[in-house]
């Protein structure tokens, strides 16, 4: 069994951004990967690669899948202003911008990027779900229970 990792990750201001490759699924995290697809089906969410679980969903949005952020809120929001991401209006919303997932009690609990804006505006989003799938899904059709988004968009400082 390989050891879980790290790697060096950095912001564009060098703040280290701590993180965590895990090498292995246990047999209760595969038993569970098909529940979440046959809860979730096309057009609303598309697998969009197979299992992996050196990476999570922050380790897609802000690691280039490379491995798993693990952020608190205030390592999140510091993530983004290092790399000069500002919050931008839904109704704005454009390919390319980070969508942030909250849950009732303001905690971050999922991330994507914003892939294509939909009839209605409604974003479709590219995300890892746990360990699981990568996923192109409507804002909606995911597995977390949320409470609210927020958006982000890079722009230069």
Not at 28 to 43: G, N, T, V
Not at 116 to 138: C, D, F, N, Q, T
Request: proline share 6%; with cysteine.
């Amino acid at each position: 069994m390989r050891p879980d990792t790290s790697i060096e990750l950095r912001t564009r201001t060098n703040t280290k951004i701590d993180n965590n490759q895990t090498w292995q699924l246990s047999r209760f995290e595969w038993s569970q990967l098909a529940d979440s697809l046959d809860r979730f089906y096309e057009p609303y969410a598309v697998m969009a690669g197979e299992p992996c679980p050196i990476y999570n969903c922050h380790g897609l949005t802000f690691g280039s899948r490379r491995t798993g952020v693990h952020p608190t809120n205030q390592s999140v929001f510091s993530l983004l202003d290092d790399d000069g991401f500002k919050e931008v209006s839904p109704k704005l919303t454009r390919p390319g911008d980070v969508i942030l997932y909250f849950d009732s009690g303001g905690e971050l609990i999922h991330s994507g990027i914003v892939v294509a804006i939909l009839e209605y505006g409604i974003p479709r989003v590219w995300s890892k779900w746990g360990k699981g799938y990568e996923m192109v899904h409507v804002l909606a059709a995911c597995p977390y229970k949320f409470d609210s988004t927020k958006f982000y968009r890079l722009q230069w400082k």
